[in-house]
């Protein structure tokens, strides 16, 4: 597979060239630059109202300001590095996994499984289960 590195101010994405080929990995790989950018407001763009993001074992959000907090809190750290290795997209349901490097080292690997409330090219994130597993740790 191919990738695409872009430099985004301090931050370093790593994506398969294919991501264009589907608008709701446009979208997924957007929202996940925007979430290790703390752009708060693309983020909160691309949820509904009634949103739950669920980390598996450890904590489950409700509402766009909480999904926020968590996200946060997941990532205490600014991202120096985001590599997506794969983006799955099949109707509402998507996936997206890879694993990032923060400033302080720490890394962490991921896959979000996201729904979304419709399978138009306008959908938003209607629900999402993660699994983050850290790598290292300094």
């Given at each position: 597979?191919?990738?695409?590195?872009?430099?985004?101010?301090?931050?370093?994405?790593?994506?398969?060239?294919?991501?264009?080929?589907a608008?709701?990995?446009?979208?997924?790989?957007?929202?996940?630059?925007?979430?290790?950018?703390?752009?708060?407001?693309?983020?909160?763009?691309?949820?509904?109202?009634?949103?739950?993001?669920?980390?598996v074992?450890?904590?489950?959000?409700?509402?766009?300001?909480?999904?926020?907090?968590?996200?946060?809190?997941?990532y205490?750290?600014?991202?120096?590095?985001?590599?997506?290795?794969?983006?799955?997209?099949?109707?509402?349901?998507?996936?997206?996994?890879?694993?990032?490097?923060?400033?302080?080292?720490?890394?962490?690997?991921?896959?979000?499984?996201?729904?979304?409330?419709?399978?138009?090219?306008?959908?938003?994130?209607?629900?999402?289960?993660?699994?983050?597993?850290?790598?290292k740790?300094?």
């Amino acid at each position: 597979m191919k990738y695409i590195t872009s430099e985004l101010d301090d931050l370093t994405v790593i994506y398969p060239t294919d991501c264009g080929n589907a608008p709701k990995k446009v979208v997924l790989k957007d929202f996940h630059i925007a979430v290790h950018q703390n752009d708060e407001a693309f983020v909160l763009n691309n949820l509904t109202e009634d949103s739950t993001w669920e980390v598996v074992g450890r904590i489950k959000a409700i509402g766009g300001e909480e999904i926020v907090g968590v996200l946060q809190q997941l990532y205490p750290s600014s991202t120096k590095i985001l590599r997506i290795t794969h983006i799955i997209t099949h109707g509402k349901t998507t996936a997206i996994h890879g694993d990032v490097t923060l400033n302080n080292d720490d890394s962490y690997a991921f896959c979000h499984v996201h729904i979304f409330n419709n399978a138009s090219k306008t959908a938003k994130i209607k629900e999402t289960t993660s699994y983050i597993i850290q790598t290292k740790s300094i």
